[in-house]
T-cell receptor
Framework: KNQVEQSPQSLIILEGKNCTLQ??????????LRWYKQDTGRGPVSLTI?????NTKSNGRYTATLDADTKQSSLHITASQLSDSASYIC????????????FGGGTRLMVKP | NAGVTQTPKFQVLKTGQSMTLQCAQD?????MSWYRQDPGMGLRLIHY???????DQGEVPNGYNVSRSTTEDFPLRLLSAAPSQTSVYFC??????????????FGAGSRLTVL
């Protein structure tokens, strides 16, 4: 069964600090991996997409990495801001006829002043 | 969440009542879907549609019906609400049937409580 597991479930950091969120998956065959940011009371919004051949991709202060061999991805947030407080969801697409998406449970990040 | 409008934002139902969650998009996109989000769990696909007149079941379709009479609208119907359907529901759209390269755009969500 395809699964996506994220860690930690929740995280509290001080404003200005860096943090790294983890995503492990067992989805096969792998097509791509996306990180979404979900603010409280809103729908998820895509941050970045990683395909099989990509190891690192940045979007401002967000940097995603992918290790397709170990089936792990990370999202690194640099110089955190209060507006980074949100849930971060890892979503893996399976390369099959249904192009099925498997969602992780998310990491809830709180940035405190 | 521009481009996907969900109504209502909040709804309280009694067990056994029926209701419809509305979803409308303004981008003429073919692919629309409904997810539910429960605490500690990933978003789970309820139903999806790859175009007007075409719908299919997702991972957790029981207790829900959908229809797609137009490209713009994709309503989700709860036939006889149960407490297990208490959740936050998200509608999403994407411009391509293939999800490999494209991104889902989500609505703001509808929070449903079934007493």
């Amino acid at each position: 069964k395809n699964q996506v597991e994220q860690s930690p479930q929740s995280l509290i950091i001080l404003e200005g600090k860096n943090c790294t969120l983890q995503c492990n998956y067992t989805v096969s065959p792998f097509s791509n991996l996306r990180w979404y940011k979900q603010d409280t009371g809103r729908g998820p919004v895509s941050l970045t997409i990683m395909t099989f051949s990509e190891n690192t991709k940045s979007n401002g202060r967000y940097t995603a990495t992918l290790d397709a061999d170990t089936k792990q991805s990370s999202l690194h947030i640099t110089a955190s801001q209060l507006s980074d407080s949100a849930s971060y969801i890892c979503v893996v697409t399976s390369f099959n006829a249904g192009n099925m998406l498997t969602f992780g449970g998310g990491t809830r990040l709180m940035v405190k002043p | 969440n521009a481009g996907v409008t969900q109504t209502p934002k909040f709804q309280v139902l009694k067990t056994g009542q029926s209701m419809t969650l509305q979803c409308a998009q303004d981008m003429n996109h073919e692919y629309m879907s409904w997810y539910r989000q429960d605490p500690g769990m990933g978003l789970r696909l309820i139903h999806y549609s790859v175009g007007a007149g075409i719908t299919d079941q997702g991972e957790v379709p029981n207790g829900y019906n959908v229809s797609r009479s137009t490209t713009e609208d994709f309503p989700l119907r709860l036939l006889s609400a149960a407490p297990s359907q208490t959740s936050v529901y998200f509608c999403a759209r994407t411009g391509q049937i293939s999800l490999r390269a494209n991104v889902l755009t989500f609505g703001a969500g509808s929070r449903l409580t079934v007493l």
